[in-house]
């Protein structure tokens, strides 16, 4: 197996694990009183931690797609 093959099936990876990582920043802004934030603020934060974690989602389906059943090339 090629180690580029490899390195690129491990950031898919850990690109998918970060999608769910920035859909839960966004959900904890928007629904915890833990801190002293306004309301508006934290929909401030939220909304594009929200947009950036969709973004990411339609880049790490590409990588998924492209590293596990993409065709190999030949080098």
Known sequence: MNSNKMYDKV???FGTVMVFF???LALFLLT???FDIDKAL???LAVPLFIYALYRVFLSY???RDS???KE???
């Open 22 to 24: 920035y859909f839960g």
């Open 62 to 64: 590409e990588k998924i």
């Open 32 to 34: 915890t009183d833990l």
């Open 68 to 70: 596990f059943f993409g």
């Open 42 to 44: 934290r929909i401030v």
């Open 11 to 13: 950031f898919a990876i």
């Open 73 to 75: 090339k030949d080098e």
